[in-house]
């Protein structure tokens, strides 16, 4: 039993080590230390070859730099990594448009969509792209669906100033 207790120990101070590398990483982002960030993110996945937060945050740092090719990169692989969560697909189909990849763009966003259909924003982007193919009929429910969620927005608003 002690002998695979201390197995564990390397692999879980290498964690340890991989997550305190990728806080770094996420303050110099917040401080726009772009290069810093970058080299935290990339450390942090050194060290832990499926760490899709550090994937993600990394391709949002390129994309911050307008570096998007490499923005792509480590999104698609934070997409890989965690294909039901919704944020790395939504980015990952921006930084598409941002290519030009107008079909890759539309695959992404309507997945975001799909694992979280109550986003108005990403409706919204969505919409916007079946518009600029011209395909009307798939804009319209997305567009609905993001004038549905900002009306709702502001009927609470309402409802909170009636009762001040």
């Known amino acids: 039993m002690t ?4 197995l564990a120990l390397p692999s879980a101070a290498g964690a340890d080590e991989a997550d305190a590398h990728y ?3 996420l303050a110099f982002k917040q401080q726009n230390k772009t290069d ?3 080299g935290e993110f990339l450390e942090a996945i050194k060290l832990r070859k499926d760490y899709a937060a550090a994937e993600y945050s990394l391709g949002l740092t390129f994309k911050m730099r307008n570096e998007m090719q490499n923005a792509a990169q480590h999104l698609e692989r934070a997409v890989q990594l965690q294909p039901k969560t919704a944020d790395p697909h939504a980015s990952l189909g921006i930084t598409y448009y941002n290519l030009g990849r107008v079909d890759d763009a539309i695959r992404e966003l309507d997945k975001a969509c799909e694992i979280n259909p109550n986003d108005p924003t990403w409706q919204a982007s ?3 792209l079946y518009r600029e193919k011209k395909e009307y009929g798939k804009a319209i429910p997305h567009r609905l669906l993001e004038v549905r969620d900002r009306l709702s927005v502001l009927q609470i608003g309402r409802a909170s100033c009636r009762e001040r």
């Open 3 to 6: 002998l695979v207790l201390l």
């Open 23 to 25: 806080r770094a990483g």
């Open 36 to 38: 810093e960030a970058i």
């Open 126 to 128: 969505l919409g916007k």
